[in-house]
C-alpha cells in the first residue's frame, strides 16, 4: 500500500505533524512509521554550497589571479555533521512504497531552501510533491495546511530567489573577502600588530557594520549648540497660572531672522534677553491678551499588531535582550503552540484570519494564571468589539506576504504557568498588543492657547485622557490615569479675548543632542527600512519598502559581527558600538567597494529577490546583474593604490581607542 511522507525542519515540529495527523507508529532512528504514513526531518540546513576548492583543487590557495570566481553551475554538498540524518531523509524520499511527499519545512524563504537542497541531492525524485503553508503549529492549522496544500511547483519561484540569495551571499563573500584580504589583509595586519588578519565582507554584513561606524562618527563629531528659549508665566486669577513658550510666527518682528536658532529660540543669550526687555515694555500693567484658544477631542488608536522586527525592538527597550534571544524565546512559544509563525514582516491580520478571530479570543478567557486578561478577552467577546475589525487598518491583504503578524493562537495555554520568566514576559507583550487592537481609541482632550504680546505670541497646549480605551490593556508607562489635570482646567476657563496679566519672563537654554547610538532593537528596525532609523511607528509603516536583509537573517547578522568583533554591544544597556578593528574593516571597504555600504543599494538586492518571487523578473536578469556587479568591483579594487591613505584614516580611528 501507497505511503505519504512528511518532512518537517526539526525533530520537534515532527513530533507536532505526527500527532496532529495521528501517525501513531513506530519511531524508528530519524523517522516516524504508521501504516499509512511517514514523517521525518531534517535539522535545519543539510546541505551546503561547496568551497572553490571542490570545483578545482587550486582555488584552495587565495590568489588574485583566481578572481572573480563565478561558478557556470554550483556545487552543493551534504553537510559532515548531519549526514546520517540526510541518508534517513533520502533513504524515504527514495522508498517504493511512498508515491506523495509533503514538505512542512517552516514556510518562509529559507524553509524552502532547506528541502529544495534535500530533494536535489536525493535526485530529485518523480513523486507527487505537495508545500505545507501553516501560520501556526497548532493541530488545527497543521490540519487545515496539509488539507489545502498546494502543488510544490507553485513555490518554484520562491525556491528561485532561495537559490539566487545564497548564490549572491556566497559570492559576495567569497571574491570580496579574499580580493579585500590579498590586497589589504597585510596592510591591516601591520598596522593593528596581527599575523594574519582575514577582511570579512558580505552584502548585509558590510553595511549593517557601515550603518554602525557612521553613527559612532556622527555621535564624536557632532558639536553642542547652545540655544536660548523665552518661557513666560501668565497669571488667570490669584491660584490660576499657565506657562507659554514663545515662537517666532508669521508677524512677530523675528520672523525667519538670521539670529534665531530655530523658530524658538536665539542663538545667544544677549538677544533672548533684548527680547524680554522689549516686551516688558510694551505690555501696558503687565496685561496681556488671549488672542486665541483652541479645544478639541482627540482620538488615539491602538498601535499596529508585532513583526518581528518591531518585537526585537520593544525586548531591547523593555527587556534589555537582544534580538537573537528574543527570536529564540518567541520560536520556542511558536513550538508551544501559543504564538504564530514568528518570522513575519506584516503587523497586520489577513482578511481570512480576521473572520475567525473571536475563536482566539474566547480561548484567552481561559487563560490560567492571569484573571486581568481573561477579563479583557471576556468584554471584547461580549461586546462583540471583534466584529467590525476586518475594516480596520489592522487588516490588510496587501500588507500580508508569506506570514501575518504575530499574534497569540489561543492554544498551548497549559504551558503559561510553566513558562520561563522572559517568555511569560514575551508572550504577554504580544497578547497585550493583540487584545489591545479591539478596544475602543483612547480619548484626550486638548487645549491649545495663543497669548499673545504686542505682535510676539506664545503658545500653550496641553492634553489628557479622558477615556483610556485600548489603554486599558496596554498600560504604558508613561500615560497618566487622572481624568483631568488642573492645568487643563485652568486653561478651560479661559476665554478668547481675556486679559491675563504677565507674572514673569524667563530665558531658558537648551542644547542641541547628538544621534543617538543604535541599540541591538532599533538597528534592527533601521535595518527594516533601509538604514532610517524612523522613531515614529505609524510612520515607519507607511514608508516601509524593502529592508536589508529579513525578518528571519536580521538578529543573525548582528550575531556574526559580534562574534568576528567587528562591533560589540552593551549587556545592559544594548547600545552598539564598533570595535576599532571594525572601524578599520569599514575604511578599508569604504575605500574600495563603497556601495557595499550603502544602504539603498542593498535594499535593491533584497527587492530584487522579492520581485523573482513575485515573477516580476526572471532569475537570470537578476544573477547577470549581480556577476557584472562583481566583475566590476574586482576590477576597481586591482587598480586602486590607496594604502597610505588608509594608513591616514585607520590612524584618525585609533584616536579613540
Excluded at 237 to 243: F, G, L, P, T
Excluded at 483 to 498: A, D, I, P, V
Excluded at 503 to 525: A, C, D, N, Q, W
Aim: some cysteine; glycine content about 6%; proline content about 3%.
Amino acid at each position: 500500500m501507497s505511503k505519504a511522507l512528511f518532512i518537517t525542519e526539526k525533530p520537534s515540529v515532527a513530533a507536532e505533524f505526527a500527532k496532529a495527523l495521528k501517525i501513531n507508529g513506530r519511531k524508528s532512528d530519524g523517522f516516524i512509521e504508521s501504516d499509512k504514513a511517514v514523517v521525518t526531518w531534517c535539522v535545519g540546513h543539510l546541505v551546503t554550497m561547496s568551497y572553490p576548492e571542490k570545483y578545482d583543487i587550486k582555488l584552495k590557495k587565495w590568489s588574485l589571479n583566481t578572481l572573480p570566481f563565478l561558478p557556470k553551475s554550483y556545487k552543493y554538498e551534504v553537510i559532515e555533521g548531519v549526514k546520517k540524518q540526510f541518508n534517513i531523509v533520502k533513504s524515504q524520499l527514495l522508498r517504493e512504497d511512498i508515491d506523495r511527499i509533503y514538505v512542512c519545512t517552516d514556510s518562509g524563504r529559507e524553509g524552502e531552501y532547506i528541502y529544495r537542497l534535500v530533494d536535489e541531492m536525493a535526485g530529485c525524485p518523480d513523486k507527487q510533491k505537495r508545500r505545507v503553508w501553516i501560520d501556526s503549529q497548532t493541530e488545527a492549522e497543521i490540519i487545515r495546511g496539509v488539507k489545502e496544500a498546494k502543488d510544490l511547483s507553485a513555490y518554484d519561484n520562491l525556491s528561485e530567489a532561495a537559490y539566487l540569495r545564497a548564490k549572491e551571499d556566497y559570492l559576495m563573500g567569497i571574491n570580496f573577502s579574499r580580493l579585500l584580504s590579498l590586497v589589504y589583509g597585510k596592510t591591516v595586519s601591520t598596522y593593528l600588530g596581527k599575523s594574519y588578519i582575514v577582511i570579512a565582507v558580505g552584502r548585509v554584513m558590510s553595511c549593517v557594520l557601515g550603518m554602525v561606524v557612521q553613527r559612532e562618527r556622527e555621535v564624536r563629531e557632532f558639536t553642542v549648540t547652545p540655544f536660548y528659549r523665552i518661557i513666560g508665566s501668565f497669571n488667570v486669577s490669584e491660584d490660576c497660572n499657565y506657562d507659554g513658550e514663545w515662537k517666532a510666527v508669521e508677524g512677530s518682528k523675528y520672523f525667519e531672522s538670521p539670529i534665531l536658532y530655530n523658530e524658538g529660540g536665539f542663538k545667544t543669550q544677549e538677544d533672548a534677553e533684548n527680547l524680554i526687555g522689549e516686551l516688558r515694555d510694551s505690555s501696558i500693567d503687565n496685561n496681556v491678551l488671549v488672542e486665541n484658544i483652541s479645544k478639541k477631542k482627540e482620538n488615539k488608536n491602538a498601535p499596529l499588531l508585532f513583526n518581528l522586527a518591531e518585537m526585537q525592538n520593544e525586548c531591547s527597550k523593555k527587556f534589555k535582550i537582544n534580538p537573537e534571544q528574543t527570536l529564540s524565546l518567541i520560536q520556542a512559544l511558536y513550538e508551544k503552540k501559543m504564538l504564530t509563525y514568528p518570522r513575519t514582516d506584516a503587523r497586520v491580520l489577513s482578511t481570512a484570519i480576521s473572520k475567525e478571530i473571536d475563536q482566539n479570543i474566547k480561548k484567552l478567557m481561559k487563560l490560567n494564571g492571569n484573571t486581568e486578561i481573561n477579563n479583557i478577552a471576556k468584554n471584547i467577546i461580549e461586546k462583540k468589539w471583534y466584529s467590525g475589525i476586518a475594516k480596520t487598518k489592522y487588516v490588510d491583504d496587501s500588507k500580508v506576504t508569506d506570514h501575518y503578524a504575530i499574534i497569540p493562537t489561543g492554544e498551548g495555554l497549559q504551558n503559561y504557568s510553566s513558562l520561563k520568566e522572559m517568555e511569560k514576559k514575551v508572550y504577554n507583550l504580544v497578547l497585550r498588543r493583540f487584545l489591545a487592537i479591539f478596544y475602543p481609541p483612547a480619548v484626550y482632550n486638548k487645549v491649545s492657547v495663543i497669548t499673545k504680546i504686542n505682535k510676539e505670541r506664545f503658545f500653550t497646549s496641553d492634553k489628557v485622557c479622558v477615556e483610556l480605551g485600548y489603554l486599558e490593556v496596554l498600560k504604558p508607562d508613561n500615560e497618566s490615569n487622572d481624568r483631568e489635570s488642573t492645568n487643563m482646567k485652568f486653561l478651560s476657563l479661559l476665554k478668547k479675548g481675556q486679559t491675563v496679566t504677565l507674572k514673569e519672563l524667563v530665558v531658558k537654554e537648551g542644547k542641541t543632542s547628538p544621534p543617538k547610538r543604535f541599540t541591538t532593537g532599533s538597528i534592527i528596525i533601521a535595518m527594516e527600512n533601509a538604514g532610517k532609523l524612523i522613531e515614529d511607528e505609524e510612520l515607519r509603516e507607511h514608508i516601509k519598502g524593502s529592508g536589508i536583509g529579513t525578518s528571519a537573517t536580521r538578529s543573525g547578522i548582528l550575531t556574526k559581527l559580534e562574534k568576528i568583533e567587528y562591533i560589540k554591544s552593551n549587556n545592559k544597556t544594548q547600545v552598539v558600538m564598533p570595535t576599532l578593528l571594525g572601524e578599520i574593516i569599514f575604511d578599508v571597504v569604504k575605500n574600495s567597494i563603497p556601495t557595499l555600504l550603502n544602504p539603498e543599494l542593498t535594499a535593491s538586492w533584497e527587492k530584487g529577490l522579492t520581485m523573482v518571487t513575485q515573477s516580476e523578473i526572471p532569475g537570470d536578469i537578476y544573477m547577470d546583474k549581480l556577476e557584472n556587479y562583481i566583475v566590476k568591483n574586482t576590477d576597481r579594487v586591482l587598480q586602486l593604490n590607496n594604502g597610505l591613505r588608509l594608513k591616514s584614516k585607520f590612524d584618525m580611528a585609533s584616536e579613540f581607542y
